[in-house]
């Protein structure tokens, strides 16, 4: 038996007037995957439990079997496990975003921003800001002064990490949900302590915000990379063995180093693909390869898409809509033939982890249509895959617990 668990990030929606109040999953064309709604059960769950942020941070985390009240510290020490950074006690990390700040000659705290991903910035533009941010002695003094270090990635996410940190009482805010809104509000807050990472974010839109790397991008028409944001705190982490729990071993293709820090933690194969942006324009050939290459040589493998989130934190509906499409049509569907030509019997888990709201580009923890299908049954249940047929089939309380279901420990 193959067990192939397929999360399309962010894509539960609520209804969305442009869309004549459907949801996107509602307008998308998914024909697999309503054929396998139609064989399967179609169910709703809640894989960020409150008060836990409402993000993939937890419910990634849920998804893969582990309960987040019990497990959950933090992000970024998820991600910093994916990009070989290592903690010791003591230390903190955060997630270190480049973002697009409101341009204008108003003070800082006034200044809303425009992206959280400074305009999904590319890899060599990355590299080329937080060299030019790490290169100023001014910055490099600061960091030192508070213990830090913010480790480079071509990507728009950077991690930090503050040695002899104390977090308790400090506040921090995800970026993307608060986009188009003033930062003053917003920044490290709680007590004297979150004074270093404001201030430190401000002297970073000081160095950046007129650097020629900025200029240059505001030349080619794109959103400046003229911010850092520090949030998504937390401590050391350590998850059970996945073997352990299940009795398989597995992999995690994604392009998202959340996804393969959990994966990592979990003792699963962590699959990079070459050009796997987590954007609209990730290669989709190459995930599809990676995982039909995984599945021969593992029983289970975890197959993330990123897009659908960041189409909707960049409102992008209609990207939003294509990579939906694009993750039943040039993903699932050619799997799913790809097992059915080999003769093997499979289940297959597909759900979205949360919710990406059209109307706010930010996220919601509310219950998320899953699809539970077995290639050897067929239900005779009929119907699609979307929420509001999930809100009428199963409802699974814990996320937690899906990968039971997937793996026939229980039954719905």
């Known amino acids: 038996m193959k067990y192939l668990l397929v999360i399309g990030d962010g894509m539960a929606d609520d209804p969305v007037p442009a869309l004549g109040g459907r949801t996107p999953i509602q307008a998308?064309?998914?024909?697999t995957i309503d054929r396998m709604a139609a064989r399967g059960i179609v169910g709703s769950v809640v894989n960020?439990?409150?008060?836990?942020?409402?993000g993939s941070e937890t419910a990634i985390l849920s998804i893969?079997?582990?309960d987040p009240r019990r497990y959950f510290t933090g992000r970024s020490p998820m991600e910093a496990a994916a990009s070989g950074v290592e903690l010791v006690p003591g230390d903190a990390a955060f997630r270190c975003n480049l973002v697009a700040l409101e341009d204008g000659d108003m003070p800082y705290a006034q200044k809303r921003i425009l992206s959280h991903s400074a305009g999904s910035i590319d890899g060599p533009s990355a590299m080329e800001t937080t060299a030019a941010l790490l290169g100023d002695e001014r910055f490099a003094a600061a960091l030192r002064a508070?213990?830090?270090e913010i480790h480079r990635f071509p990507v728009f996410r950077q991690i930090a990490v503050q040695h002899d940190s104390d977090l308790e009482g400090v506040r921090f805010t995800p970026p993307h949900d608060h986009l188009g809104e003033a930062i003053g509000p917003l920044l490290p807050a709680g007590n004297e302590r979150a004074a270093v990472f404001a201030d430190l974010m401000e002297l970073a839109h000081e160095i950046l915000d007129h650097h020629p790397v900025t200029e240059k991008r505001r030349m080619a028409g794109k959103l400046p990379a003229n911010g850092i944001w520090f949030w998504a705190e937390g401590t050391a982490i350590q998850l059970p063995g996945f073997r352990e729990q299940y009795g398989l071993d597995g992999a995690v293709v994604s392009a998202v180093p959340l996804c393969h820090g959990i994966g990592v933690l979990r003792g699963l194969e962590m699959?990079?693909?070459e050009g796997a942006t987590g954007e609209l324009d990730t290669n989709f050939p190459g995930k599809l390869e990676a995982t039909w290459d995984k599945l021969q040589q593992y029983d289970f493998v975890c197959l993330h898409l990123e897009a659908p989130d960041e189409c909707t934190h960049?409102?992008?509906l209609p990207g939003k809509l294509q990579a939906i499409e694009w993750l039943d049509s040039k993903l699932v569907s050619p799997l799913l033939e790809r097992l059915e030509a080999a003769g093997l019997d499979h289940r297959v888990l597909v759900l979205s982890d949360?919710?990406?709201?059209?109307a706010t580009r930010g996220h919601f923890g509310g219950p998320v249509p899953f699809l539970l299908y077995d290639s050897r049954v067929d239900t005779g249940r009929g119907g699609v895959y979307d929420e509001d047929s999930g809100l009428e089939g199963p409802f699974v309380e814990n996320g937690c617990d899906l990968l039971d279901y997937l793996f026939e420990k229980r039954a719905l």
């Open 64 to 66: 893969l079997g582990c």
């Open 271 to 273: 699959v990079e693909v």
């Open 28 to 31: 998308a064309s998914i024909p």
């Open 354 to 358: 949360h919710k990406t709201l059209t």
């Open 146 to 148: 508070a213990k830090m």
């Open 314 to 316: 960049n409102g992008d």
């Open 48 to 54: 960020c439990p409150p008060p836990l942020p409402a």
